[in-house]
């Protein structure tokens, strides 16, 4: 079974500028999560989609937004780019929004010149 | 809000020898905990998850526990080796309108050869 894939892998922006991240989860897995990871922050959580409604959102700017398709793939999108925002966006599934254990990607590192 | 903490920040120790990794967290009601490893540039994978209501949870070498009462969780490693050498996160799922993960800022563990 195939795991959570993420693209692109890198990711080199300029200020102002704006970006999308794709995820897609484990077949047949309908809940993916966002997570930012920083060395100054580190992980912190972004939003959660399930059946292509978002359950929750952290406490970012609106500037960094989400969406999730009927195949439960999802996309993150992040308008006028900041140097803060430079980090390792990484994406989340599992199978419902259960207390079941979140499979991971390998994360798009972001950076923003 | 709910704050999780991880205690050492670093841990070096030869080959073969058993560690305890710690985790503590500020409110008991949480769903579950879980326990990731993070290789350096690459994603989270699960090691453990214990709900709860479990006590403890094993898997091979590893061994986690759970103390909701004392907000308190630790990941045992027995006969360590350089292979396990990795960053090791522990998160919380907290319940109510914020279903999200919680993490800690991790353990950087070295196991020489």
């Known amino acids: 079974k195939a795991g959570v894939t993420q693209t692109p892998r890198y990711l080199i922006k300029t200020r102002g500028q704006q970006v999308t991240l794709s995820c897609s989860p484990i077949?047949?897995?309908?809940?993916v999560s966002w997570y930012q990871q920083t060395p100054g922050q580190g992980l912190q959580f972004l939003f959660e989609?399930?059946?292509?409604?978002?359950?929750n959102k952290g406490n970012f700017p609106g500037r960094f937004s989400g969406r999730q398709f009927s195949n439960s793939r999802s996309e993150m999108n992040v308008s006028t780019l900041e140097l803060g925002d430079s980090a390792l966006y990484l994406c989340?599934?599992?199978?419902?929004?259960?207390?079941?254990?979140?499979?991971f990607g390998s994360g798009t590192q972001l950076s923003v010149l | 809000k709910q704050e999780v903490t991880q205690i050492p920040a670093a841990l070096s120790v030869p080959e073969g020898e058993n560690l305890v990794l710690n985790c503590s967290f500020t409110?008991?009601?949480?769903?579950?905990l879980q326990w990731f490893r993070q290789d350096p540039g690459k994603g989270l994978t699960s090691l453990l998850l214990?709900?709860?209501?479990?006590r403890e949870q094993t898997s091979g070498r590893l061994n986690a526990s759970l103390d909701k009462s004392s907000g308190r969780s630790t990941l045992y490693i027995a006969a360590s080796q350089p292979g396990d050498s990795a960053t090791y996160l522990c998160?919380?799922?907290?319940?109510?309108?914020?279903?999200?993960?919680?993490f800690g800022s991790g353990t950087q563990l070295t196991v020489l050869p």
């Open positions: 077949s047949g897995h309908r809940s």
């Open positions: 989340a599934s599992s199978f419902s929004d259960h207390n079941e254990k979140l499979f």
């Open positions: 409110d008991s009601a949480i769903y579950n």
């Open positions: 214990i709900q709860s209501s479990q």
């Open positions: 998160a919380v799922k907290v319940g109510g309108s914020a279903r999200q993960l919680t």
């Open positions: 989609y399930f059946s292509e409604t978002q359950r």
